[in-house]
């Protein structure tokens, strides 16, 4: 984080859909606020591109990068929706970010619980302020710092039911933490009753040589803004822990697949290392 604001790549998530408003079409994914909450309308956007990738580098105007973002959040969106079908009507967006989610939810029963890093979510909640954008009565701040609190405690204290179905979301987080403190949240969202959902993302590792060479300078240019990397895993290796944790349902998808499916057909992305590497997975149990 900056100054207490959020961090270098929840800017970039939030640039990039905004950016993905109004440069891609056909659109994977619908988000009015994101312009909004940067403090930009619309019709600015397209010089903000220019200026986003100045200041935060090429993810925003990279259109496979940006695309996967989009991608992420539409899947993740269309979990929530088919959990509420069913009958649920919790869910805990964890390191929220910018995201808005909460501020467009559809569905007048679901409570969503936004879990960040307590400087973070008062940065964001001056910018929702500053934006004129409302925070509904179903919507829950959670402000966690993990060297000082724990998710269970804070979580219970805000009203969260863990006896009661839920679905996690868990977006552009893994990958920054240890993979002891990824299966400890794992296993905290398994033991929740059932039917519980978690949807995330996470980094496969390398199986090449050149993938080695570009994940090694990928960690170091993000380890010098602050933001180290600390877990990859292959797909076999994920799904055996989160077996081993209860979850019986495991679907998983490489980036351009997910992509791809979205688009209705098979998109070819040539030489994007970065986006071969990222891996959206829902797990159920």
Same mark, same amino acid.
């Given at each position: 984080?900056?100054?207490?604001?959020?961090?270098?790549?929840? /800017?970039?998530?939030?640039y990039?859909?905004?950016?993905?408003?109004i440069?891609?079409?056909?659109?994977?994914?619908t988000d009015?606020?994101?312009?909004?909450?940067?403090?930009?309308?619309g019709?600015?956007?397209?010089?903000?591109?220019? =200026?986003a990738?100045?200041?935060?580098?090429?993810?925003?105007?990279?259109?496979?990068?940006r695309?996967?973002f989009?991608t992420?959040?539409?899947?993740?969106?269309?979990?929530?929706?088919?959990?509420v079908?069913a009958?649920?009507?919790?869910?805990?967006?964890?390191?929220?970010? /910018?995201?808005?989610?909460?501020?467009?939810?559809? #569905?007048?029963?679901?409570?969503?619980?936004?879990?960040? #890093?307590?400087?973070?979510q008062?940065?964001?909640?001056?910018?929702?302020?500053?934006?004129? @954008?409302?925070?509904?009565?179903?919507?829950?701040?959670?402000?966690?710092?993990?060297?000082?609190?724990?998710?269970?405690?804070?979580?219970?204290?805000?009203?969260?039911?863990?006896?009661?179905?839920?679905?996690?979301?868990?977006?552009?987080?893994?990958?920054?933490?240890?993979?002891?403190?990824? #299966?400890?949240?794992?296993?905290?969202?398994?033991?929740?009753?059932?039917?519980?959902?978690?949807v995330?993302?996470?980094?496969?590792t390398a199986?090449? =040589?050149a993938?080695?060479?570009?994940q090694?300078?990928r960690?170091?240019?993000?380890?010098? @803004?602050g933001?180290?990397?600390?877990?990859?895993?292959?797909?076999?290796?994920?799904?055996?822990?989160?077996?081993?944790?209860?979850?019986?349902?495991?679907?998983?998808?490489?980036?351009?697949?997910?992509?791809s499916?979205?688009?209705?057909g098979?998109?070819?992305?040539?030489?994007?290392?970065?986006?071969?590497?990222? #891996?959206?997975?829902?797990?159920s149990r």
């Amino acid at each position: 984080m900056e100054n207490g604001g959020p961090s270098r790549t929840a /800017l970039v998530t939030a640039y990039a859909r905004a950016y993905h408003q109004i440069a891609d079409q056909p659109q994977i994914f619908t988000d009015p606020l994101a312009a909004r909450l940067l403090g930009h309308v619309g019709e600015e956007l397209p010089e903000l591109g220019t =200026a986003a990738t100045d200041r935060l580098g090429g993810a925003v105007t990279d259109r496979p990068r940006r695309l996967f973002f989009a991608t992420r959040a539409r899947f993740a969106e269309d979990t929530v929706a088919a959990a509420v079908a069913a009958g649920v009507r919790q869910v805990v967006i964890l390191g929220a970010g /910018l995201d808005t989610f909460a501020y467009r939810n559809p #569905h007048r029963d679901l409570r969503v619980f936004e879990v960040d #890093h307590p400087a973070t979510q008062a940065w964001k909640r001056e910018r929702l302020a500053t934006a004129g @954008i409302d925070s509904p009565d179903t919507l829950t701040f959670v402000p966690v710092d993990f060297e000082t609190q724990t998710l269970a405690t804070e979580l219970e204290a805000a009203g969260f039911s863990r006896t009661d179905p839920a679905v996690f979301v868990w977006l552009g987080v893994v990958y920054y933490l240890t993979p002891d403190a990824a #299966h400890a949240t794992l296993a905290y969202i398994a033991d929740q009753a059932q039917p519980v959902e978690v949807v995330f993302d996470y980094l496969r590792t390398a199986t090449t =040589a050149a993938e080695r060479a570009y994940q090694r300078a990928r960690a170091e240019r993000l380890a010098a @803004i602050g933001e180290p990397l600390f877990s990859y895993f292959t797909p076999d290796g994920i799904a055996a822990k989160l077996r081993a944790l209860g979850f019986t349902g495991v679907e998983d998808h490489s980036a351009p697949d997910l992509i791809s499916g979205y688009l209705g057909g098979s998109v070819e992305f040539e030489g994007s290392s970065a986006l071969h590497a990222m #891996h959206m997975l829902r797990a159920s149990r």
